[in-house]
């Protein structure tokens, strides 16, 4: 305690007010004794002296309790969330300290979304390194085997072509995950535009005709065209990578079926299939970032239908999988309009 006084002493502030107060006890005591009686000089020493003591008490007894609340912040900034310093009664102080704990709370959950933030960064890593060992490795061996002078000619050309394919979903999965970043970022402007529903799903059918041709797949778009608002090319992104996903689960010689709808609060394009459906246990991770269900391919990867919602969604819009195992699967995008 007589370190605290020592201390709440060394303030300048209060030491100067200390030293006013008692200068105007003495004047007071003094002009009292001089002025009026021996007895009035005598009850102004009491009534000041009183007065001063008790402003000491009250400034002695918030000092300590500064001093309190600066060994709080110092085992906050140690990362100890664990106090509670909240009082129920009225004044400065304790608004300061609901402040405060307010601040802790802050302080506290952002720590644990750094911690997630933390664990899925390292997860994720992890996952892109596996994804890019796989390939790497198969391109190792093949570069090695090239290298063999009496290698036929129709192997050469075999493992040429397969290196080109490794390089190509090297390129693919690289280009993807930068997209992906910079969506996780939020870099991304989504522009608003006007874009005709059967435009956009013939923008991003484009690219996928030799693989529906070499499967023997067809793909069959119906309903009313209509004015979609949403950025086209990131839109157009969203559903090649729906679109890839039904093709890759259709056996040869189905059908990927696209049916737009319109209503007077969204818009909505359904993409199915009739291939072998999603597993039951699978269905809810679907959309996760790398995840792979026990029917996927074993060139899959596991990012395309997350980057598919992370656009949906950026965009306002949701998507949402429905599938039975044996009887296809259906993708319905909505994207809702804008009130006006």
Avoid at 90 to 99: C, D, F, H, T, V
Avoid at 222 to 236: E, F, N, V
Wanted: proline share 2%; net charge positive; glycine share 6%.
């Amino acid at each position: 305690m007589g370190f605290m006084v020592m201390r709440f002493f060394r303030n300048r502030e209060i030491k100067w007010l200390t030293l006013l107060l008692v200068a105007i006890s003495a004047g007071g005591t003094t002009a009292g004794f001089l002025m009026l009686s021996r007895e009035a000089g005598m009850l102004v020493l009491f009534v000041s002296g009183a007065l001063t003591l008790i402003f000491l008490a009250f400034t002695v007894a918030r000092y300590v309790e500064i001093s309190r609340l600066a060994a709080y912040l110092r085992k906050v900034s140690r990362r100890d969330y664990t106090l509670d310093i909240r009082d129920n009664r009225e004044g400065e102080l304790s608004i300061l300290k609901s402040e405060i704990y307010k601040v802790t709370v802050m302080l506290s959950q952002q720590s644990e979304q750094l911690k997630k933030d933390k664990l899925w960064l390292s997860d994720c890593l992890s996952d892109i390194s596996h994804q890019l060992k796989t390939p790497l490795t198969s391109m190792f061996v093949m570069t090695d085997l090239l290298k063999d002078e009496n290698l036929p000619a129709d192997k050469r050309k075999e493992f040429s072509d397969k290196l080109n394919q490794q390089l190509e979903r090297l390129q693919w999965l690289l280009t993807s995950l930068l997209k992906l970043s910079r969506l996780d970022s939020g870099t991304v402007t989504f522009r608003k535009e006007q874009i005709s529903a059967k435009k956009l799903v013939q923008k991003s059918a484009e690219g996928l005709m030799i693989p529906l041709e070499l499967r023997d797949q067809t793909m069959r778009v119906s309903g009313p065209d209509m004015a979609l608002q949403c950025d086209s090319r990131w839109t157009s992104e969203a559903l090649v990578n729906i679109l890839k996903n039904c093709i890759e689960h259709t056996p040869n010689g189905g059908e990927i079926r696209i049916r737009l709808e319109d209503n007077p609060l969204f818009s909505s394009v359904t993409v199915s299939d009739n291939g072998e459906g999603i597993d039951r246990k699978d269905l809810p991770y679907i959309f996760n970032r790398f995840y792979k269900g026990r029917n996927a391919s074993p060139d899959s990867i596991g990012i395309g239908l997350n980057m598919a919602r992370t656009i949906i969604e950026a965009q306002g819009g949701s998507i949402e999988v429905q599938s039975r195992k044996g009887e296809g699967t259906r993708f319905l995008i909505r994207l809702y309009k804008a009130v006006v």
